[in-house]
């Protein structure tokens, strides 16, 4: 398949970004590494009539750190954060998550930021971002601002992005060196989208991610309390009555996968 015609525009700043999104006039989707939105492109489930290119704005692969938080760039790559690039304890839980992202071709291209803001439920930094915490830094019209991670994800493909805003970073917590991290997903072979996802953190507070759903990924609050009390373990049952009492639209398979992704999940984290 081949893209429906469109426009291509090479950006050179975030402010052209943001004034031709201002200014736009039918349907523009912003460009990062490709990953995401070229193959919709491609099957002609997305068809803008104009793609805004960042691949040469300055500003958007930056990775640092200052006290307990850490700054990374939108355009920063998979692959970037697979080599150990990010620092610490939140590096060393981002590289695995990012070595089990698709294939190398692919993660030398695609972005942190394009695969949150394209919002696809069973991608992985959606799930893994939110059980850091921590928030997405965005730019529009009315200047710069955060917004934190719990709740950006709304819906499939659906995040709290202004028609006139770009993401161009994330400020996440720099975990300490105890804090203990679990993830695990399922899927059909290695490579492949994931059917579920479970992404636990546990250091200064405890947080446990239900991803790869219909929807948007979302934390289980009684996990976490029970992750807080002092447990080290959850079986595939207790996990599945806990998420029965979520309205997630699971049938018995994927309530299954689920509850054995996140046992699995606090399973690693505590191995």
Same mark, same amino acid.
């Given at each position: *398949?081949? &893209? /429906?015609?469109f426009?291509?525009?090479? *950006?050179?700043?975030?402010?052209d970004?943001?004034? /031709?999104?201002?200014?736009?006039?039918?349907?523009?989707?912003?460009l990062?590494?490709?990953?995401?939105i070229?193959? *919709?492109?491609?099957?002609?489930?997305?068809?803008?009539?104009?793609?805004l290119?960042?691949s040469?704005v300055?500003?958007?692969?930056?990775?640092?750190? !200052?006290?307990?938080?850490?700054?990374?760039g939108?355009r920063?790559?998979?692959?970037?954060?697979e080599?150990?690039?990010?620092?610490?304890?939140?590096?060393?839980?981002m590289? =695995?998550?990012?070595?089990?992202?698709?294939y190398? %071709?692919?993660r030398?291209?695609?972005?942190?930021?394009?695969?949150?803001?394209?919002?696809?439920?069973?991608?992985?930094?959606?799930?893994?971002?939110? !059980?850091?915490g921590?928030?997405?830094?965005?730019?529009?019209?009315?200047?710069?601002?955060?917004? &934190?991670?719990?709740?950006?994800?709304?819906? &499939?493909?659906?995040?709290?992005?202004?028609?006139?805003?770009v993401l161009?970073? =994330?400020?996440?917590?720099?975990?300490?060196?105890?804090?203990k991290?679990?993830?695990?997903?399922?899927?059909?072979?290695?490579?492949?989208?994931?059917? /579920?996802?479970?992404?636990?953190?546990?250091?200064?507070e405890?947080?446990?991610?239900?991803?790869?759903?219909? %929807?948007?990924?979302?934390?289980?609050?009684?996990?976490e309390?029970k992750l %807080?009390?002092?447990?080290?373990?959850?079986?595939v049952?207790?996990?599945r009555?806990i998420?029965?009492?979520?309205?997630?639209? =699971?049938?018995?398979?994927?309530l299954?996968?689920?509850?054995?992704?996140l046992?699995?999940?606090?399973?690693? !984290?505590?191995?």
């Open positions: *398949m081949k &893209p /429906a015609i426009e291509h525009e090479r *950006m050179s700043s975030i402010d970004v943001v004034q /031709a999104l201002a200014n736009a006039d039918g349907e523009v989707r912003v990062g590494g490709g990953q995401s070229g193959p *919709m492109m491609n099957l002609r489930l997305a068809q803008p009539d104009k793609v290119d960042l040469r300055e500003g958007l692969d930056g990775i640092s750190e !200052a006290g307990d938080r850490l700054s990374i939108a920063v790559t998979h692959a970037r954060i080599d150990g690039e990010v620092p610490g304890t939140t590096g060393a839980y590289q =695995f998550v990012a070595s089990g992202i698709s190398r %071709s692919v030398n291209r695609g972005t942190i930021g394009g695969s949150v803001a394209h919002a696809d439920p069973a991608a992985d930094w959606p799930t893994a971002l939110l !059980a850091l921590g928030e997405v830094k965005v730019v529009g019209s009315g200047g710069e601002k955060s917004i &934190p991670l719990d709740g950006f994800q709304v819906g &499939p493909f659906t995040t709290g992005l202004g028609w006139d805003e161009i970073g =994330f400020d996440l917590p720099a975990l300490g060196p105890n804090t991290w679990g993830y695990y997903k399922v899927n059909r072979k290695p490579g492949e989208f994931a059917d /579920a996802i479970g992404a636990v953190i546990i250091g200064n405890a947080r446990a991610v239900c991803g790869a759903t219909e %929807s948007a990924p979302f934390r289980v609050f009684d996990i309390e %807080s009390g002092g447990a080290t373990e959850l079986s049952a207790d996990a009555e998420l029965s009492g979520h309205d997630a639209g =699971f049938d018995d398979y994927e299954q996968i689920h509850a054995v992704a046992s699995r999940a606090i399973g690693r !984290a505590f191995a």
